[in-house]
Structures are given as C-alpha cells and as structure tokens.
C-alpha cells in the first residue's frame, strides 16, 4: 500500500493508541463524580489540558477539547455570533476554507448574515488591503484557514493578527486543521484556534478549540460544566489524553519531518512536470505536505479508482467535500474552471518514503498513459 | 540553530577525590529528572552537555532549576570551530535574547581549550569585540560594568557562544551521602528539614507516623501531597507510614500527661531506628527547630535523643520560623503544610508538657508496659508507598 492521502486523514501512533487504552483501564470514572474515581480522572483530564496549553504556548484554560476540528469551527463561528449578533452581522472568509466552515457560512448568510469573501492574489494569500477595506463596524468575526486542505495555501496569520489588532471588537478565527504539527504555529495574535487530532497522527473523534480568556463564547452543546463550559457531556478523558499525547509526538523534530517532507515533495514536483498535460495547482509557497495537480483529459475519480485498484491512495478535492464538480479552492487560486474539474491531491508526510514516491510515480505514469489511449479509442 | 544547554557543576569540584562518583550521581540524577524529555546527554570532567529537542526546552530548563548539585546552566549555541561561523552565532545570540532598539554594555570573555587554535584568547575576545562594535551600533564595550557578557568556548571539533547563565540550585548531588530517614509529619518544619538534608546531598525515605482513627485519612494524603513536593528535588522516595495508634494510646494510658510528648518522641526515635536500619538508612533527619516547643528545648532534645546512636541531623534546628516558612513557601509546601488536620503529635496534647524532662523518669514510665512488643508489631505492619511525581503519574499516558 501506498497512502499518500495524510491531509484526509492520518494514521494513529502506536502511542497513542496506549494512550487511550491505558487512560481507558486505569481511569474509567466521570470526571464530573465527587469521589476518588472521579477526581482520578479529573485529575488526568487536568494534566492532559495542560499539556496541550504548554505545548501551544496558552493557557490550560484557553483549551476547549472539541469532538474534531469541524466542530471547533462550528463552535467559533456559531458561539461568536450568538454572544455577539447585537453588535454586527458581518462576517469575512475566504473561499479556501473547509466545508465545516464554508457551509456554516452559507447558514448564517441565510438568516440574514452578510458574508464577504477576501480577495486572494495569485498564490492564494489575502489581500491585506482587501481585508482592511471590508473591515466595518458591522463586522464581528473574521474566519481563516491557517492552511488550504486542498493546495496546501498558507495565510500569514501574523500579518492578519497585526491587522486585526486594531479592530479589537473582531473576533479573529483561524481554522489551523491542516497546519498543527506540519508548520510551526503562533497563537500570539489570535483569538479562536481550531485543530484535530487524527490529522496528527491521533484518533479520531477529539479535537479543540483554543479561544483566549479575554474572548468570550456562547456555548452551542448545552448541559452544564463539562472540561469546558463551552462544551457539554460527559468528559472523554481517554480522547483527550491521547489528543494530547498526539499534539506532543506531532512537534518532535519538528524541524527533521518538515525537511524530509521538502524532499519527497521536491522529487514529487521534478517527477510529475514531464507528464504532458499535468497542471502542478500548488505552487512553492504552498506547505510541502500538500501537492494539488491537475491532469487534463482524465476525470480525477477515474485515476483515483485506477490507483486505488493499485493500493495507492490518493484523493480528489479534500475528502470532506461534496461531489460538487468543482473544486472552489482551485478555481478560487488558479482561475482555471479546467483545472478546478481535474484536480487530484496528493499528500505526504514524514513517514512517506522515497520508494513510495518511485512507486507512485511509475504507476501514476503507466495509469496516465493508460487512460488517455482508453480514451482515444 | 544547534542549541545544547551547558551545565557546570557546583561545590562537588572542589571535592577532588570524590569528583567521578558526584559527576555520575549528578548524571545519573539529570536522566532520571528529564526522564521522557527525549535528551542525549553528554559529560566530561568539567561539564555536561545535554541535547534536546527545542520542543523542551522551557520544561528541561525548569527541571534542571531543581537539581542539587548544579552550579550554573545555560543555554549555548554550538557551531564550527573557526571565526567565522563563531561571528555569526554570536549575531543570531545577541538578535535572539535582547531588543535591538536599546542600548547595552557588552563584554567578551573567550576560552580555548583547543590550544592549537590560531588565535589566542585574547586576540579572539579583540576580534570578536570590534565585530559585535562594528555590527551593533547600539552596543558598546564595557569590560567592567556590562549588560551582556558573551561568551565563547572554542574546543577542537566544535565551539560554543552563550550569554545568559541561570544559577543552579547548588548543593550536592542527591544520593553522594547515602540515605537519611525523614520523619514527616505535616506541619511547615519537617518538608523544610527534608529539602535542606536534600541538598546536602542525602537521599530521603520518609517516615509518617499514623493514628487512625485520631488522625484522618485526610492526614495521610496531605503528607503524601508533600512527599511529591520533595520528590521534585529528590529521586526514588518511599513513605513509610507507621501504624501508631495502639503505642499510642498505651502511652496516654500509662503515662502522666506532662511526660506524654516526651515518651511518645522516645518510642518515634526508637521505631525511627529500626526503620534505618531496615531501610539502609544512615541518619535520622528531623524537623526540630531548638526552642520551638517543649520537646525541642536542650533538655527535652538529650532525653529524647539518648534512645539511639544514630546522627540525628536537624536541618532547621538553628532558623526562625519565619526563615522556615520562606523556604517552605519558595518549595511550595507551605500552603499543604497549613490544611487543618490532625498529626498524631497534635492529637492528645497535653496542657502542660515537661520541657525539662528527667531521664530516671522516663526509664521508670517506661518500665510500667511493654512498648517493645507494641514496636515490634509496628515494624511488622509498615505500609510502604512508592512516590511518584505527577509527571511520572502519567508518563505513560500523556
């Protein structure tokens, strides 16, 4: 097998699968539950919330644990703007997001929301100056993807932050999925963050929102005190612990992993330009993990089950998306509609391999050859 | 940037025959404290040198703050052995930990163990000087009154620039001078007492003594809360929590109330003993201040004392209780000191406690029931509990 479809989802470490097993056996109880059983896992859930807190660098209580990141974005947008729909009813976002987010915009702007979409220039970044001129008292939440799932596009949350820092009644998101634990990360000028384990190698089903202190929410699952009063139910210690233990592995070496994954993309990119007719959608701003391509003349459904037949796993748009035909990040970057309907994503990690590359390359080459001579037929 | 953090050793240096088992102490001490921190190690006769992973470092560095036996650390930048590579760790140094829009002093001391290094000592601190004068316009030489000092160690494969020392906490390192047993009980001076007896290089096992049901199991955990405390300074601590009770209560029985204190402390010193002995202990460490209560006066401690030969090192004997709650707030024990339950040398005060006591006395009190039979049942029903700090609690977990 050769999986090269790390931004869908990773596989969990060993590590943290004993993690969560462990935590399962010798802390079983409620951490709501007054005696020692519940303290026991109270405890633990304390622990594994700072350890998240020290590791990005904010405080144990800034840590929302969240069922993934899908529900920490819904968590940002919906508790901003239920806190916040006095003060104004618009928002900002772009058009890369991910569909946990394009979606609840679509919602909002059906309940009278007004939702503008950024200007992007030619490598996907936001126009800064378009930023500040849609800026307006009306505004309550501007929502960002740290990084593009499908190109791999990064925005410079710094510059965006530094931006925002003169509108402090704008609440400033950012959607860091796909960005945490691949590119080093700073919370320092943003409000919400959202982020999921089981693309760092953890499980799936945990995941967190961190929201500064001075910030405040509406929560949308309500129940009382749960690790968060933003969060009811009843608290899963195993996930957070292993949420936590994923965070840590993930920013090991992190310097090592993101080189080796620069290299595999290198060979990637040399590799693929000699296929006539393929389009490379990510250019060499985009993070290394991510390599967006388009192949004219072959639906990217048809080469995804032809290199799936092979054990070779890729993925066309991100797997989160609808079958729309289109892919609005790629249309939204390269303004090419062609490319928007045949775009295929590619993506690695540290753990690929240089054979696996090989691998892929070699079949994804007889394939290509392959399909357009069916096609010619 | 290839950052190692650099420590140098404390008082063990100058203890020269000695010097190999401190530094294998103090090493073996550093691994045990960094435990899951993934860090390589390295030491020679005047230093070790740990790796990390720049992930760590605000945790390796807080842990190393609580080691016994480390004089100074800080954080060096390693790079290649010639000048210019040495220039520009020096720039990335000074760029990285001060705001360039001040104005500092500076300072450069360099020292080259590689002797057969072109330059000499003195000519490298010349040329690494006018580089930082010609580079910095905000940074000016002061070799007496200087903000920055940057230094520069030039071995043979590899050189070293560093600036900001961190003061270590001194001391010896634990487990040089064997193994004391601590009589803990829960009030403010004995944790302090173990601390300083730490220091000093000695290894603890800790001793509670319990009167359940006169003492709380509310008692014990605050005592264990302590031993976690301590264990922050000191490695592979067990509590020995002894069943008192019955010796206890034949002791209010049999003996007037004005002597009770100082009997009881005679059967603790006594069991205190045997537990030394037990546990390959060679000194009993206590908390007793001189003159803080009636059994810690001159003569109550010789009375109480002459149960046993072993040293019995009392590290608060001589400090004011306020210079106790100091340390015992700067090692965060004060706070669990202060809950208020009951220790079995709280419960059955007398009103009127000796402070003068008469040994004939004792021997005599003593001499009216068999506390020998009681100790040996004591001895026979220890509890012995593990420490283990709050990291380590889910080291395999989180």
New interface residues.
Partial sequence: MVYLDYSATTFPNKEVI??FN??LL?YPGNANSMHELGRNAYH?IE??TK?VA??LNVLPSEVIFTSGASEANNLAIMGTILKFKNRGKHIITTKLEHSSVLETMEFLKKNGYKIDYLKLDSHGHVVLNDLKNKLSSETILVSIAHVNSELGVVQDINKLGEILKEYPKVIFHVDGTQAIGKIPVDLSLVDLYSMSSHKIYGLKGVGALIKKKNIELEPIIHGGKSQTIYRSGTPTQALY?SF??AL?LS????QEKYNQVVKLNAKLRRELKSIEGLHINSDEFCIPHILNISLEGIKPEVMLNALSLEEIYISTKTACSNSEVLSLSVLEVTKEEEYARTSLRISLSYLTTESEIDYFIKVFKEKTNELRFRKGE | MNRVILIKYGELTTKKGNRKLFINTLYSNILKKLKGL?VNIFKDMSRMYIEY?S?NE??ILKRIGEIFGIHSYMIAYKTNSNLNDIKKTISEVIETSFDMSLNYTFKVETKRSDKSFKNNSMECNDIFGSYILKNYSNLKVDVHAYDILVHVEIRKDFSYVYINEYKGLGGYPVGVLGKGLLMLSGGIDSPVAGYLALKRGIKLDLVYFEAIPHTSLEARNKVLELAKKLLVYGFDMKLIVVPFTKLQEEIYKNVPGNYSITIMRRMMYRIMEKLTKRFKGLAIINGESVGQVASQTLTSMKVINSVTNLPVIRPVACLDKLEIIDISKKIDTYDISILPYEDCCTVFVPKHPIINPNLEHCLEMEANFNYEELITEIINNLMVIDITS?ES??E???
């Fill in positions: 004993d993690s462990k935590t010798k633990l622990a594994s350890q020290e590791l612990a936590a233990k840590k920013l090991l070496n992190s | 993934e992973d992930l605000k945790e709050k609690e889910y395999d977990i989180l």
